[in-house]
């Protein structure tokens, strides 16, 4: 059999070299053949979909960064720089490269992908000296593993309404969207959804679009976040140190503005939940303080590693928000109607597994937080003790919780006792967080 195998490789290669196809080109098919099988498992792939680079506010070039992923056992990533894609010709002086990432950023970029790829103006040390920006249609050829390691391009809408930043990422973009605004912020994210969805129309290309960390400058109340119904994603967790994730003594956390925003949707405006989301939003890639790789991204269940195939698992809620802790398997039975985790453990670690939810009677009335001033702000604590309340609490590596029949939702969030490497707050542990289930017979009309 061996013979023969032999044999045919080798006639396989002569043809090959007859018709001008090198024998290289034949190995790489017969892998192809060994690598993508016909019918793929369910498998979870890792990706972050809210990074930046030197085309907006980042300190790295986009390759770098991408390198960074890749090399990390990332499978996917979106650079959402602000209100640009990275496409086109694009210089940037090299005095700005070196303040924003330090005097040995260009060296760096050099020794990785070497001085035939750099491309660079002027004579150094010049006020002329710039460097080209490369775009993800040239660079991606460099960092692309098939099967392992996917671009996609995003942008990062950043918008302001009534002096508050509005900003949602748009993830597998295809053309640039500039921030429509809106008179209230509700109304700028429902533009900048409209058009997104345009778009995705328009082009017959899927685009997720999720708004980015609700407490940055408090832009977004829970009320906020259950009133553009149409919108389905937002951000459970940063890894940006100023986004107020924990919240304040008068601002809730994210956490708790997840919770009234879908106790909202489901019980008053019988809308489906929002899911939660986990990203970097990282800027900094050279060990100062700041926003950095590494601390918040999403695991998807898909059989393939392209653009479509995880958007399409992501809209359907086949996914998790992590900021360390794996998980083996997610599941929700509905004909049992149980909601199971089960955790990859890790040697001396120590997993909690808790329950939240909001139950059908509790959460209908809504009470203003009065702050410093005696003025109200927008309602985020309605019903303290009955919205996202803990329904119940499990230690170990795998956890279940059936449903009642009596709540609106249920999630699930693991909590390790294992310190995140790189917080981006005080006493961090690595966390991951479940979507919401059993909603969908409180929103049938």
Not at 227 to 248: D, I, K, Q, W
Request: a negative charge; hydrophobic letters at 35%.
């Amino acid at each position: 059999m061996l013979t023969r195998m032999c044999r045919f490789r080798c006639s396989r290669a002569i043809l090959a070299t007859m018709t001008g196809i090198t024998i290289c080109s034949i190995a790489s098919l017969l892998a192809a053949d060994e690598v993508i099988p016909a019918d793929p498992p369910l498998r979870w792939w890792k990706g972050n979909i809210h990074t930046h680079s030197f085309w907006s506010d980042g300190n790295d070039f986009p390759e770098m960064i991408a390198e960074w992923y890749r090399t990390r056992n990332y499978n996917f990533l979106a650079l959402s720089d602000h209100n640009v894609l990275s496409e086109g010709e694009r210089w940037m002086p090299y005095s700005q490269i070196e303040k924003r990432g330090g005097p040995d950023v260009l060296n760096k970029y050099r020794r990785r992908f070497g001085s035939h790829w750099i491309e660079t103006r002027g004579h150094a040390e010049t006020p002329t000296f710039a460097v080209r920006l490369k775009p993800l249609n040239e660079y991606r050829a460099l960092v692309e593993e098939r099967g392992k390691f996917i671009m996609i391009q995003g942008e990062e809408i950043t918008d302001r309404s009534q002096g508050k930043p509005v900003h949602l990422n748009a993830t597998n973009i295809k053309e640039l969207i500039a921030p429509l605004g809106g008179q209230t912020v509700q109304d700028a994210i429902r533009n900048n959804l409209r058009a997104v969805q345009q778009q995705a129309d328009r082009t017959g290309r899927p685009i997720l679009l999720h708004i980015n960390h609700p407490n940055f400058g408090f832009a977004l109340t829970a009320e906020d976040l259950a009133a553009v119904v149409e919108e389905r994603f937002f951000e459970v967790y940063n890894g940006h140190p100023s986004v107020e994730h924990l919240g304040t003594d008068e601002r809730p956390g994210v956490e708790r503005l997840w919770d009234v925003a879908n106790t909202l949707r489901i019980a008053q405006l019988a809308a489906p939940p929002l899911y939660g989301v986990g990203t970097d939003d990282s800027h900094e890639y050279h060990g100062r303080p700041g926003s950095h790789p590494g601390r918040g991204w999403i695991m998807v269940r898909a059989r393939h590693l392209t653009p479509e195939s995880l958007l399409r698992a992501i809209n359907a809620g086949e996914f998790y928000a992590s900021s360390g802790v794996t998980l083996e398997d997610v599941a929700f039975d509905e004909a049992e109607q149980t909601l199971s985790v089960a955790i990859e453990a890790q040697p001396g670690v120590e997993y909690r597994t808790v329950f939240i939810g909001t139950l059908i009677d509790g959460g209908r009335e809504s009470a203003a937080t009065i702050g410093k001033d005696e003025k109200p702000i927008a309602a985020a604590n309605p019903s303290a003790a009955d919205v996202g309340r803990t329904l119940k609490s499990v230690n170990g590596p795998a956890a279940a919780y059936t449903l009642t029949g009596q709540e609106l939702y249920v999630r699930a969030v693991v909590t390790s006792t294992r310190p995140v490497a790189d917080p981006s707050f005080a006493d961090q542990k690595e966390q991951a967080w479940t979507q919401p289930v059993g909603w969908s017979k409180h929103i049938e009309q």
